[in-house]
T-cell receptor
Framework: NAGVTQTPKFRILKIGQSMTLQCTQDMNHNYMYWYRQDPGMGLKLIYYSVGAGITDKGEVPNGYNVSRSTTEDFPLRLELAAPSQTSVYFC???????????????FGPGTRLLVL | AQTVTQSQPEMSVQEAETVTLSCTYDTSESNYYLFWYKQPPSRQMILVIRQEAYKQQNATENRFSVNFQKAAKSFSLKISDSQLGDTAMYFCAFMKPPGPDKLIFGTGTRLQVFP
């Protein structure tokens, strides 16, 4: 298993450009998450999904969109990039939500995004 | 809303010594999970240890152990026999099951292990 994979690893965007951060997991996990980590801070939840076709907002959703057409993929879309979106983005999935002892989130390696 | 507080922005320890990282949280829930994640310079988030609130016994994983004080809402991480590879950011995180099992993170503690 490759686990949770993210592409690209690093990207520079100009203000107003758009891009999609890709996230794929091969563990057949239903729950997936997108977090952002600003310098010197902990991670904050942007969006999450509890299964294909179901998504919901997290703590900091403004400026982002997501979709979940398959169990494996959970892309994050930035439509009009702003300097405030400069951050490191992490995708995560969970092994067995609701099953005692199995609620552990596994993280991808992160995507570093710089908006200039 | 739940909050997680890590009051030590930075800590240092000499190799082979023991260090304790602090974490407090605020919740009105009785059933929840607590985690410590390690983030080395590679930025990968690595699970160190987890604790279920309904378990009285403190979790241990090799050199890592926790001191879970439910009434005090405290969840500290003890690293014994510190190694250079333990140098990293450490994040405490809270999760309230069942679903959607979102993680709420503290701001992290940067740990430097010196030879």
């Amino acid at each position: 298993n490759a686990g949770v994979t993210q592409t690209p690893k690093f990207r520079i965007l100009k203000i107003g450009q758009s891009m999609t951060l890709q996230c794929t997991q091969d563990m057949n996990h239903n729950y997936m998450y997108w977090y952002r980590q600003d310098p010197g801070m902990g991670l904050k939840l942007i969006y999450y999904s509890v299964g294909a076709g179901i998504t919901d907002k997290g703590e900091v959703p403004n400026g982002y969109n997501v979709s979940r057409s398959t169990t494996e993929d959970f892309p994050l879309r930035l439509e009009l990039a702003a300097p405030s979106q400069t951050s490191v983005y992490f995708c995560a999935s969970i092994s067995q939500p609701g099953l005692a002892g199995q609620e552990t989130q596994y993280f991808g390696p992160g995507t570093r995004l710089l908006v200039l | 809303a739940q909050t997680v507080t890590q009051s030590q922005p930075e800590m240092s320890v000499q190799e082979a010594e023991t260090v304790t990282l602090s974490c407090t949280y605020d919740t009105s829930e009785s059933n929840y999970y607590l985690f410590w994640y390690k983030q080395p310079p590679s930025r990968q988030m690595i699970l160190v240890i987890r604790q279920e609130a309904y378990k009285q016994q403190n979790a241990t994983e090799n050199r890592f152990s926790v001191n879970f004080q439910k009434a005090a809402k405290s969840f500290s991480l003890k690293i014994s026999d510190s190694q250079l590879g333990d140098t990293a950011m450490y994040f405490c995180a809270f999760m309230k099951p069942p679903g959607p099992d979102k993680l709420i993170f503290g701001t992290g503690t940067r740990l430097q292990v010196f030879p």
